[in-house]
Nanobody, 118 residues
């Protein structure tokens, strides 16, 4: 199974920015889509942004215009640039292949904590 390692989270004030990174194992990264998810305390994990192998992107309405997903296939890495952060963005952020993520057997990384607070 492909393994994911997320990093880049932290504590930031409202209006601030963070850039998350996710490194995937394996040699097939470039041919599959990737996505960022987040899970806030007491809530279900939600899909935040996706990027296809060809670079097409899509976002949940709550982050449109503030978050940008990108990928570097040479580094097996997907990024999430988060600007104008709000307290409601506080969550643990994960990456995964959106074609695999819904499966009960899907493997997840440890995630990276993002806390937006003054």
């Amino acid at each position: 199974q492909v393994q994911f390692v997320e990093s880049g989270g932290g504590l930031v004030q409202p209006g601030g920015s963070l850039r998350l990174s996710c490194v995937a194992s394996g040699s097939m990264f470039r041919i599959y889509p990737m996505a960022w998810y987040r899970q806030a305390p007491g809530k279900q994990r939600e899909l935040v942004a996706t990027i296809t192998a060809g670079g097409n992107t899509n976002y949940v309405d709550s982050v449109k215009g503030r978050f940008t997903i990108s990928r570097d296939n040479a580094k097996n890495t997907v990024y999430l640039q988060m600007n104008s952060l709000k307290p409601e963005d506080t969550a643990v952020y994960y990456c995964n292949n959106p074609q695999i993520a819904p499966r009960p057997t899907a493997s997840w990384g440890q995630g990276t904590q993002v806390t937006v607070s003054s």
